[in-house]
């Protein structure tokens, strides 16, 4: 009885132990198509599918500059835009993200990043686009 009963909670302590994760962490909840672009210099756009559904434009980043108040724009609805500097970045419909952005003006490649949140998860698109 005393085996068996050691048995049972070594087999629980092991299943709790295994099913544990860090607070905050969470599986890929996002599922992007893609996560690497490279954009021509004259501007370009790319439509990226999600396997996830709930997730938000969470900032946006070019060469460095952050963008994370998106005031006026409803992150909670299935379809906004998002224009500001250089780019357009679309949450289209729960599956579809639209980035589009414009010529580079400059002599060195631009850096454009578009973070995604899911909850606890997020996960970044990076566009590097080449230089005039």
């Not at 132990?17 to 860090?22: A, F, G, I, Q, R």
């Not at 434009?57 to 909670?76: E, H, N, P, R």
């Not at 002599?107 to 590097?128: F, H, W």
């Amino acid at each position: 009885m005393k085996k068996n009963l050691g048995l049972s909670l070594l087999i629980i302590s092991i299943i709790t132990l295994n099913s544990c994760k860090e607070k905050g962490i969470w599986d890929d909840n996002i599922h992007l198509s893609t996560k690497a672009v490279e954009f021509k210099a004259a501007g370009d756009s790319i439509t990226i599918k999600t396997g996830g559904t709930t997730w938000v434009v969470s900032d946006i980043s070019v060469d460095g500059k952050y963008y994370y108040d998106f005031t006026g724009i409803d992150l909670q609805t299935d379809s906004y835009s998002i224009k500001q500097d250089c780019f357009d970045v679309e949450h289209r419909d729960k599956n579809t993200l639209f980035i589009k952005v414009e010529a580079n003006p400059n002599n060195v490649k631009r850096i454009i990043t578009v973070g995604l949140a899911a909850g606890d998860y997020g996960d970044r698109v990076t566009i590097t686009q080449a230089s005039k």
